[in-house]
């Protein structure tokens, strides 16, 4: 206080001051009488609570009363991984020694003909020999069959990535796979339609169609796709139509052709019918789906264990029943050393195979280079083979080529 002021206060009698003070009492009890008067209607009148709750509401409309920004809806289901992940294309690998990763695609560009290409794996002995190689897109689901009748379920994008040089990563870490069992094929689906089949083949000669949309459900978890006999082993696994016909070729050099329809749609666990009739000792050496629209523009490359080979066109192979004993696809060299079917395949003519044996060594040539020969012929030789040391040609492999394709395809 200034000193005019605390003069002032010092003039003031003790009965003003007592005054101003009772005047603030009495101002405060009236308005803390009229609030409890207030507050007590409120506890026993409902009306009154009503008429507040109206009055509030009546403001707050004034206050925020503008549309709606936000729309509230059903929902539709969980947020799953696939939803956070770009459906890209991608390259996967799958190698003889049981390992996989998988690679964009852009890791491969385009490059001009007569290039060497790069390499897809870090090596190329016997174990990181390439088994399956192919494209898809991250959505895509891989059916994965064993030689024991399992199929099991990943998503494209579930595979660890690695680089080109990485070796992967042992496939029973995303997968439960048995330490005796192997993967004998991979088959990218987009979508289980139900117009299309999933049709598998043995060693001994079984073969079975069953409704793609039965393995809709299927996770990494496994399921049985077929029941096996007592030493045999399913080996081939691919998709068809009722449109499509089936190729199916024998280690003895003998090939028949049906029709797809022919064989009747199973369930799962059943083990399939003949597909051709076998001789003693001898075992199916492939299996392919031929579309009959590509009949002229496709042939069968059909490789022996002592490294001979040639090409047949596909419509050579007339369509005949299923069960029969086929018609002769190749004839083997008179030679003291037996000689056997190893690889069956649907190639074309701009397609490069990779060429493996029992020792590891793995040649890369074009299909274009193997000639195309008649059903009777015995081939050429395709790969120099150490048949004196036991090697022999056990499979071949298509490399496939690297294309762009919308990712909503």
């Not at 009488?33 to 509030?56: A, G, H």
């Not at 496994?222 to 139509?241: F, H, M, P, R, Y």
């Amino acid at each position: 206080l200034s000193l005019d002021q605390a003069n002032a206060v010092l003039k003031l009698q003790l009965g003003q001051l007592t005054r101003l003070n009772k005047d603030k009492l009495t101002e405060e009890k009236t308005t803390l009488e009229e609030s409890r008067s207030k507050l007590q209607d409120l506890l026993d009148n409902d009306t009154t609570v009503r008429n507040v709750m109206i009055e509030e509401f009546g403001e707050m409309k004034k206050k925020y009363g503008i549309p709606r920004r936000t729309k509230i809806e059903i929902e539709e289901g969980e947020l799953q991984d696939m939803d956070l992940v770009r459906n890209s294309r991608s390259v996967i690998i799958v190698t003889r020694g049981n390992y996989i990763k998988r690679m964009p695609l852009q890791t491969f560009e385009n490059q001009g003909r007569g290039t060497r290409g790069k390499k897809g794996t870090s090596d190329s002995s016997s174990d990181n020999s390439v088994a399956h190689c192919f494209t898809c897109n991250d959505h895509d689901t891989l059916l994965m069959t064993t030689q024991n009748g399992i199929a099991y379920g990943l998503r494209a994008f579930q595979v660890p990535t690695g680089s080109r040089t990485a070796k992967g990563v042992p496939i029973p870490s995303v997968l439960p796979l048995r330490a005796d069992d192997v993967i004998t094929t991979v088959l990218p689906i987009a979508k289980f339609s139900k117009d299309e089949f999933c049709v598998v083949a043995t060693q001994n000669g079984y073969v079975k169609k069953t409704p793609l949309n039965a393995f809709e459900k299927l996770t990494s978890r496994g399921l049985v796709i077929a029941n096996l006999g007592e030493g045999d082993s399913l080996k081939w696994c691919q998709k068809c139509t009722d449109g499509d016909d089936i190729l199916i070729g024998s280690s003895k050099g003998m090939a028949t052709r049906f029709e797809a329809s022919n064989l009747r749609p199973t369930g799962r666990t059943s083990r399939g019918v003949r597909a051709m009739k076998l001789k003693a000792g001898d075992t199916l050496a492939g299996m392919n789906v031929l579309d009959n629209a590509k009949d002229s523009e496709e042939y069968l490359l059909a490789v022996t264990a002592n490294g001979y080979g040639k090409r047949i066109k596909t419509g050579e192979f007339k369509s005949h029943n299923r069960g029969g004993s086929g018609v002769i696809a190749i004839k083997f060299k008179s030679a003291s050393v037996e000689d056997d079917v190893s690889c069956f395949r649907i190639v074309n003519d701009d397609d490069e195979v990779l060429v493996i044996t029992d020792h590891g060594i793995i040649v890369r040539q074009k299909v274009n280079a193997i000639p195309s020969q008649g059903r009777t012929a015995t081939g050429v030789m395709v790969q120099k083979v150490d048949v004196d040391s036991g090697d022999r040609i056990s499979a071949v492999s298509i490399v496939p080529t690297y294309e762009e394709r919308d990712e909503s395809s």
